[in-house]
């Protein structure tokens, strides 16, 4: 039954793209073209036996250093036969649909199985919490990777398991398979859980005395963990951080994201009780919504932490919270969608390798399965009582009822918005680009992609990245003079690109020089086009205006997309 329930609430949450296959997120498009490519290059790694850890059917000629990126390989590699069979659009729907399942599911486990044994029904609120609280629900807008943390529990539970006396080995290598796994679903999830798993182990060491017997064979299957995790995940980390397409943190503006302090106690535009209209500003857009427990649940989750203070375990969560609280509110403390001018603590980490990498709200996506765990204890620790004191049993019963009614009913999550998808054209998916890019040569879309644009990728998922295109949208370094490759979304800008990207923002046309004419030629040879095209877009005529002035060339209309056939031009 607590399975039957986790699956109702993932397809509840993801119900209107089952039911409208044409439908795609409404507020995170771009995100979900992205991983439907990833989708393909995962198909294309087992079925072409093609690179894992970079890619050249994006941002041709060069290559996307695809570790440095959400390359989901733990997923696409053996979700490759959804994807051949039904398409990167259902392989994508399904993995963001199965992962929250499976996420609740693996809490469920752990809980019912391994912290509160034969606490089921505590268990089975906790989970479902942990799976399908507001943040979760919110990264449900394209963000598969980061709901999927089924992986998470596991760890924990493998964790645990390495106190057992005569099994270090075995438990250290089952600790490491798990740790790997994660590594190529999502670093940031696994660095939040090493962290945790610190903090929460420190707090039992010190508060269960007895647990320190233990220390021996514990110690020696991490060791054994992290030297098998270390020497399978060395090349491929290698590759992130050194090389081709490796970058130096990320962007200054991507760094800003923060946690605003209002936002702890707002509700999500996903839950029940909220709207985009009172969600809007405290977070920077609807797929970091990471706080938003609304006021009922932080009081409650504060009593309970007062409630259960003797618990070490309780504690050792609390400070856990309240730490990566402080760390998700940036170099600057926000409140209710203004800078504070006080500085936070990220602000002394933010340069450090590894943590310049992160999104700092996502610290507060680490509170919920906090929450999660502290709501489990809590609901465990009142059955007891109930069952303690029979005669008052009712009014125990009604009591946690109500509180957890006003607490949770509130961020009970609410379907995913959605829109209709232009679909393909069909000079994609007929093949009819084939001719144009003999000899090694790439597509050209306009407008090219990019972080507000990124159509092409799901056309090129669609030709099973046999249509290699220009540009994309990615994290790269920024390799301009003076920018120390720090990370840009896409390539950096091109005169051409730049020139796109202003009909794109605008609809209006720039002057067209004779320089812009030759930077154009120039940018085209770069990119090895063989064709330009240009399918369903709102400013469409301006686009096609703007590429007709700087080539010379007069398009024809096929397929669903205006063609320019560029190759007089680039040899």
């Not at 912290?115 to 807008?141: E, K, Q």
């Not at 932080?298 to 259960?308: P, S």
Request: charge should be positive; hydrophobic fraction near 50%.
């Amino acid at each position: 039954m607590a399975v039957a329930s986790f699956a109702a609430l993932g397809f509840w949450v993801t119900g209107r793209m089952w039911l409208n296959p044409r439908d795609g997120i409404r507020d995170n498009p771009t995100d979900m073209a992205q991983f439907e490519w990833m989708m393909a290059h995962g198909a294309r790694v087992v079925t072409e036996f093609a690179y894992p850890f970079s890619s050249d059917r994006m941002n041709a000629p060069e290559s996307v250093n695809l570790m440095a990126n959400t390359s989901v390989l733990s997923v696409s590699l053996p979700m490759t036969p959804i994807t051949l069979l039904f398409g990167t659009r259902a392989a994508f729907l399904l993995f963001l649909t199965l992962g929250m399942i499976a996420t609740a599911t693996a809490w469920y486990f752990l809980l019912s199985r391994v912290v509160l044994p034969d606490a089921r029904g505590p268990a089975w609120l906790g989970a479902t919490f942990c799976a399908y609280a507001p943040a979760m629900v919110s990264h449900a807008n394209a963000h598969p990777n980061i709901v999927s943390q089924y992986v998470v529990p596991l760890i924990i539970w493998r964790t645990l398991r390495l106190a057992e006396p005569g099994r270090w080995l075995r438990n250290g290598l089952l600790l490491a398979l798990m740790i790997i796994w994660q590594a190529f679903l999502n670093l940031e999830i696994l660095l939040m859980t090493a962290i945790g798993l610190g903090v929460v182990i420190v707090a039992m060491a010190l508060g269960r005395p007895e647990l320190r017997a233990r220390i021996r064979p514990f110690v020696s299957g991490l060791g054994v963990a992290a030297v098998v995790s270390v020497a399978l995940l060395a090349y491929p980390l290698y590759v992130q951080f050194f090389g081709p397409g490796a970058y130096h943190g990320l962007p200054w503006l991507i760094r800003g994201y923060s946690t605003d302090l209002a936002s702890f106690v707002a509700y999500s535009r996903e839950s029940l009780a909220g709207d985009a209209r009172s969600a809007t500003g405290l977070a920077k857009n609807p797929t970091e919504e990471n706080a938003f427990f609304g006021w009922p649940l932080v009081i409650l989750v504060a009593a309970l932490v007062w409630w259960l203070r003797r618990n070490a375990v309780v504690i050792g969560l609390a400070v856990l919270g309240l730490l990566f609280a402080v760390l998700s509110l940036g170099r600057e403390i926000r409140f209710d969608r203004r800078g504070t001018g006080v500085p936070g603590p990220w602000a002394l980490l933010e340069d450090l390798p590894v943590l310049h990498s992160v999104v700092p709200t996502r610290w507060a996506l680490a509170i919920t399965p906090i929450i999660g765990l502290l709501l489990a204890y809590g609901a465990a620790t009142v059955r007891d009582l109930a069952s303690r004191y029979p005669d008052r049993r009712s009014q125990i019963r009604f009591a946690t009822v109500t509180g957890l009614a006003m607490a949770l009913v509130p961020v009970l999550p609410t379907p995913l918005p959605t829109k209709r998808l232009e679909p393909t054209p069909e000079f994609v998916t007929s093949g009819a680009w084939r001719p144009y890019l003999a000899g090694g040569r790439s597509v050209v879309t306009l407008p090219l992609p990019d972080t507000e644009y990124a159509e092409p990728l799901r056309w090129s998922a669609h030709t099973r990245q046999e249509m290699p295109i220009a540009r994309g949208y990615f994290l790269g370094p920024d390799t301009r003079p003076g920018r120390d490759r720090v990370a840009l979304f896409s390539a950096p800008p091109r005169p051409t690109s730049t020139f796109f990207g202003t009909i794109r923002r605008t609809g209006e046309v720039p002057p067209v020089t004779e320089q812009a004419r030759r930077e154009a030629v120039q940018d085209l040879r770069y990119w090895r086009a063989g064709v330009v095209i240009l399918g369903p877009h709102e400013h469409a005529d301006a686009l096609r205006t703007g590429m007709t002035e700087l080539t010379g060339i007069e398009p024809g209309y096929a397929g669903g997309v205006w063609i320019w056939d560029v190759r007089p031009l680039t040899g």
